[in-house]
């Protein structure tokens, strides 16, 4: 099968959908891997890297896309990268398709092309391996983030996490036990912050709560939301309902009653956010001012750790890549239950999961 690996080009998208190790294994399978001219520049592998593992470097966009039986991308491609697909072509990726644009959906049923969702590559017992270490990711990250915004010079309230005896910690509210919550609650936690997590699952708070001493769990009721996001320094949006935009959880009118130079910071904004008030935003201009509180709504949060987000994805995502490649798309898609799950874009048909539904 020949497969494709091209440069992102999505703002400050410095991931890429395979590295050279997962190049390798695929060339060793007697598979021929295209990739694009500095595909690999933003997480540190060089064309050389690549070549060493057995690809072949391409010059132009149009050419890894076009050759692709199976193209390997990390962002949802957008609309001129669509129409660079032969029609009948696959591509793997974090779609997140609840959120893409209406006429990105129609070119996908028109080209007939096959569009497995990363995020959506569920297993037997409900877990979702590849999206994990990328949560992973986005919680830890959403602390160091939010502890910068907080700082004066950012336009915060001049307030540290935490970890000065005689000084209240900073009070931070994290909407959604899932992976994001459980890995931003322990992030906070270790600076020194007063952490509430919220969430409508009493097994994701039993989990919390026996495994992060300190960190206080709430149920997710709107009373308790706005009960904690009221007197909240940060609020961090965690929720996930994959295949579906994430329920807005914070009005307008909550987020109003926060304190000015407060923090948003929405992790579930890649589904369409959780806070009524949330916005896509760029690593190149992160925040803005809604209702006197900072909002950081960037969606690929960890496309500026490239080499360590795109490491954590091939770790997880190449058994996945080897059964596509190995076994062919169809019969992937037919035998292989993860990745029927996963399958967003099929025979001229896009479909949405709803949790546990298809």
Same mark, same amino acid.
């Given at each position: 099968?020949?497969?494709?690996?091209?440069?992102?080009?999505?703002?400050?998208?410095?991931?890429?959908?395979?590295?050279?190790a997962?190049?390798?294994?695929?060339?060793?399978?007697?598979?021929?891997?295209?990739?694009e001219?500095?595909?690999?520049?933003?997480?540190?592998?060089?064309?050389?890297?690549y070549?060493?593992?057995?690809?072949?470097i391409?010059?132009?966009?149009?050419?890894?896309?076009?050759? @692709?039986? *199976?193209? /390997?991308?990390? =962002? +949802?491609?957008? $609309?001129? #990268?669509?129409?660079?697909?032969?029609?009948?072509? !696959?591509?793997? @990726?974090? *779609?997140? /398709?609840?959120? =893409? +644009?209406?006429? $990105?959906? #129609?070119?996908?049923?028109?080209?007939?092309?096959? !569009?497995?969702?990363?995020?959506?590559i569920?297993?037997?017992?409900?877990?979702?391996?590849?999206?994990?270490?990328?949560?992973?990711?986005?919680?830890?990250?959403?602390?160091?983030?939010?502890?910068?915004?907080?700082?004066?010079?950012?336009?915060?309230?001049?307030?540290?996490?935490?970890?000065?005896?005689?000084?209240?910690?900073?009070?931070?509210?994290?909407?959604?036990?899932?992976?994001?919550?459980?890995?931003?609650?322990?992030?906070?936690?270790?600076?020194?912050?007063?952490?509430?997590?919220?969430?409508?699952?009493?097994?994701?708070?039993?989990?919390?709560?026996?495994?992060?001493?300190?960190?206080?769990?709430?149920?997710?009721?709107p009373?308790?939301?706005?009960?904690?996001?009221?007197?909240?320094?940060?609020?961090?949006?965690?929720v996930?309902?994959?295949?579906?935009?994430?329920?807005?959880?914070?009005?307008?009118?909550?987020?109003?009653?926060?304190?000015?130079?407060?923090?948003?910071?929405?992790?579930?904004?890649?589904?369409?956010?959780?806070?009524?008030?949330?916005?896509?935003?760029?690593?190149?201009n992160?925040?803005?001012?809604e209702?006197?509180?900072?909002?950081?709504?960037?969606?690929n949060?960890?496309?500026?750790?490239?080499?360590?987000a795109?490491?954590?994805?091939?770790?997880?995502?190449?058994?996945?890549?080897?059964?596509?490649?190995?076994?062919?798309?169809?019969?992937?898609?037919?035998?292989?239950?993860?990745?029927?799950?996963?399958?967003?874009?099929?025979?001229?048909?896009?479909?949405?999961?709803?949790?546990?539904?298809?």
């Amino acid at each position: 099968m020949n497969i494709g690996i091209p440069k992102e080009r999505r703002p400050n998208e410095y991931r890429v959908g395979l590295s050279p190790a997962g190049v390798r294994m695929l060339c060793q399978h007697g598979h021929t891997c295209f990739v694009e001219n500095e595909a690999g520049k933003g997480a540190g592998f060089s064309n050389l890297e690549y070549e060493q593992a057995g690809a072949r470097i391409v010059f132009s966009p149009e050419e890894v896309f076009g050759r @692709a039986d *199976l193209l /390997l991308k990390m =962002a +949802r491609p957008m $609309k001129e #990268e669509i129409e660079w697909l032969r029609p009948d072509a !696959a591509f793997a @990726a974090f *779609l997140h /398709l609840a959120s =893409a +644009r209406q006429d $990105k959906l #129609e070119l996908l049923v028109k080209n007939n092309i096959t !569009a497995i969702a990363y995020e959506q590559i569920q297993e037997a017992d409900g877990t979702r391996p590849v999206l994990r270490p990328l949560s992973q990711i986005g919680g830890t990250m959403a602390a160091q983030t939010a502890a910068r915004l907080l700082q004066n010079k950012w336009g915060g309230r001049g307030i540290l996490l935490g970890m000065i005896p005689g000084v209240p910690p900073a009070e931070v509210a994290i909407l959604g036990g899932g992976v994001v919550g459980t890995y931003a609650a322990r992030a906070f936690r270790g600076l020194g912050a007063h952490v509430t997590v919220l969430d409508n699952d009493m097994d994701a708070l039993q989990h919390i709560s026996e495994n992060l001493c300190g960190v206080v769990t709430m149920l997710s009721t709107p009373h308790n939301i706005a009960r904690v996001t009221a007197y909240a320094d940060v609020a961090i949006g965690a929720v996930l309902v994959p295949g579906e935009r994430s329920p807005i959880l914070v009005t307008r009118e909550m987020v109003r009653t926060m304190k000015p130079r407060s923090v948003i910071l929405d992790v579930s904004i890649d589904q369409g956010g959780c806070f009524e008030t949330s916005r896509p935003t760029t690593h190149d201009n992160p925040v803005y001012i809604e209702e006197e509180v900072t909002h950081y709504c960037v969606p690929n949060l960890s496309g500026v750790v490239a080499r360590t987000a795109t490491y954590a994805f091939v770790n997880a995502a190449t058994p996945y890549i080897l059964e596509l490649a190995n076994r062919g798309i169809q019969d992937a898609i037919e035998n292989v239950p993860a990745i029927k799950m996963a399958t967003s874009a099929h025979s001229g048909m896009v479909q949405h999961f709803a949790e546990g539904k298809r």
